[in-house]
C-alpha cells in the first residue's frame, strides 16, 4: 500500500511562486507515473503535469511555461513548481501516483494524496 502526503500549499499572491511536495510511503516500483491534479469548485478534477520514469513530461496547456514537474526517485517524492500564480490557478492540489503492483506484474494501482488547497488571491 502506497500513501502520499502533499504539503507546500496555502494563500498566494498573484505572481507567487510556491512549491507543492508529494512523499510516498510504502512500495513503489518501476514504471511509475507521477503526476499533479486540481480540482477547483465546482469544475472536475484535471491533470496538471505528469513525469514518468524516463523523466518525460507532459502539461496542462493552461500551466505550460509556468509550473515544472519534478522527482527525486531515492526519496519517493515528486514536486511542483508552481510560478507566475494567478487567480485562476486556485484549487485543491492531488498529487498521484500509478506504479505496479509488484515489480514483476502489469497489474497498475493508482494512488492518491489527500489535497492541499492553494489560493491565490491579493
Known amino acids: 500500500q502506497v500513501q502520499l502526503e502533499e504539503s507546500g500549499g496555502g494563500l498566494v499572491h498573484p505572481g507567487g511562486s510556491p512549491r507543492l511536495s508529494c512523499v510516498a510511503s510504502g512500495a513503489i516500483f518501476g514504471d511509475t507515473t507521477r503526476a499533479w491534479y486540481r480540482q477547483a469548485p465546482g469544475r472536475q478534477r484535471e491533470e496538471v503535469a505528469a513525469i514518468n520514469e524516463g523523466d518525460d513530461t507532459r502539461y496542462a496547456d493552461s500551466v505550460k511555461g509556468r509550473f515544472t514537474i519534478s522527482r527525486v526517485a531515492v526519496s519517493k517524492a515528486h514536486y511542483l513548481q508552481m510560478n507566475d500564480l494567478k487567480p485562476e490557478d486556485t484549487a485543491v492540489y492531488y498529487c498521484?501516483?500509478?506504479?505496479?503492483?509488484?515489480?514483476?506484474?502489469?497489474?497498475?494501482?493508482?494512488?492518491w494524496g489527500r489535497g492541499t488547497q492553494v489560493t491565490v488571491s491579493s
Open positions: 498521484q501516483v500509478i506504479t505496479r503492483s509488484s515489480p514483476t506484474s502489469y497489474d497498475y494501482r493508482e494512488y
